[in-house]
């Protein structure tokens, strides 16, 4: 066994990573005096997996959904459910399903091991039948008409559709009732044996607990696996938007909008420093303490619901800014001026560094909550990222790098808004 211990000066924190014999990497951050313990346990697969190759196999093309689909019944076993063994140990537990990872998680105060004995053993359990598959096809096709009467999801999805012409990120994460009635558990095995490989997967533990503890358990529980290469077939992105407007009506009082700038995104993800680089240039251009911000609320045009995000994965990434607006196209207008603005003008010096301290300041207070610890932790790890050398990369940042960054960000030929506006 392999056992790194990750310190940061800077910070005063430190955690450990083990790479385990059975090839899961694990990372224990102990913070002593905490009352509450949070583990997540995940596999870099999501729903945009579903077209892949394991090494010497033959290609496979899977259904959409079936990433989510697969979190739901992992919780089943021929004894019960997940959620009943949790019960006995009090543990709130949950899991969700992105386009890139899926996630099995608990917090808890009391009885750690236990609970965390839980974790390890139902999602190293797979227990699909034909009955039981064909049970949560009700239950998931509910939650998925659910989805697709709420405007905050149909918003985005509607503003994927409206940026990405072939990439699968712009399918539903749950699929559709179509496309979850062709799941069978065959299917399922199948991506559980291609994707929930330990070496694909990583647990974080972080809280009121030690190194020994977790490592004693993960040395007993967790199943040797062999290492294998899975690669996932993206198909040809083109640089161009599918259309620059879409809107869709809903019975809601105020409209929404999401206005995106689409990216060329290669097959390498972003690095821990372009991460760092386009937090700080959002923070210049749109946060509560920008010119922009003050405009808008200002005109009346935003609420506090207003907010923006990076949003990168695999083949796929784009800046995005959301919120209410009674008047979303001028909304829209008035952000893209700015970044026309900034591009010609570039940040002043006092921009840049009031910008790099508050984006600093946001992330330290990530090392306050266990949850935030291991949720960013586990998100890191799966883009090959670390989280003391991102915090690095912000506190080391230049405005010349910011400059350089935002050359290749917020092109707006390349923007597209989405709008949901209430029905006449």
Known sequence: ???????????????????????????????????????????????????????????????????????HKLFESEDGDAFARYAKTGASANAFTSFDTTCYLFSCTEKVEESLEILLDFVQSPYFTAQTVQKEQGIIGQEIRMYDDDPNWRVMFNLLGALYHNHPVKIDIAGTVESIAEITAEKLYTCYNSFYNLHNMALCVAGNV???QVVGLAD???????????????????????????????????????????????????????????????EALASK????????????????SFGYEYFEGPGYASVIFTGESRDPDKTAQMIRNAVDKLHREGI???????????????????????????????????????VFHYIDCIAQATLEQVHERLRHQLDCSRSALSVVSPME
């Open 1 to 71: 066994m392999n056992m790194i211990e990750k310190k940061s000066e800077r910070l005063g924190e430190q955690y450990y990573l083990i790479h385990h014999p059975s090839g899961l990497r694990i990372y224990v951050y102990p913070k002593p005096g905490y009352h509450s313990t949070y583990a997540i346990f995940g596999t870099k697969y999501g729903s945009i997996n579903t077209s892949f190759q394991v090494e010497g196999q033959e290609p496979v093309k899977v259904p959409d959904g079936i990433a989510h689909y697969l979190e």
């Open 210 to 212: 030690t190194v020994e």
């Open 220 to 282: 007993r529980l967790l199943k040797p696996s062999k290492e294998q290469k899975v690669e996932t077939f993206f198909p040809e992105e083109p640089d161009t938007i599918v259309k620059e407007r879409v809107e869709q009506k809903f019975p809601i009082a105020v409209p929404l909008f999401q206005l995106g700038f689409k990216e060329t995104a290669g097959k390498q993800r972003a690095t821990a420093q372009e991460l760092a680089l386009t937090d700080i240039i959002l």
């Open 289 to 304: 303490s920008s010119p922009l911000y003050r405009e808008l609320m200002d005109a009346q045009l935003i609420n506090s």
């Open 348 to 386: 002043s010096e006092e921009t840049f560094e009031r910008a790099r301290r508050a984006v600093y300041g946001r992330n330290l207070s990530i090392f306050n909550s266990t949850e935030a610890i291991g949720t960013v932790m586990i998100n890191l790890s799966f883009a090959d990222q670390e």
